[in-house]
């Protein structure tokens, strides 16, 4: 059985439990981290916004921002495979999460992950944009895990 966990900030304890507490130990399991451009291209549009002012050396705000953002898909990888407790393969990748999840899950068994959305109400809007999209999209079944049971 092949397994793509989609791990999020905030919500991949709950997504690292589920691989650990139902699937086989002997299946394929994906810890997959994506991370959105956006950000860093945010920064680099307000630096750009300065009246052409150059950022100082090494201080590029949108190079900062794609090093911490690596280092932080490092780290919750790594902390994930910790916690699921068997071997996986550790996948970080940029680009639209939507397209990511979906390209990165084609193929799988099964899609572990996290709603996103408002908490409080269970339905659609427990479910982000991006969550949403990748629930209607996925070429597998999908498991969603509430992030905080």
Known sequence: MAVVVWLREGTWPACADAARDQLPADGRTVLLHVTDPETAETADAARAGLLGRAAPPGRDPAARIDRL??????????AAGARVGRPCELRSVTGGPERAVTAAASGA???????????????PHSLGPATRFVVDHAECPVLLVWPDR
């Open 69 to 78: 953002a690596a280092d932080l898909s490092r780290e919750l990888l790594a």
């Open 109 to 123: 068994d099964l899609l572990i992950c996290a709603r996103d959305g408002d908490r409080g109400h269970p339905g």
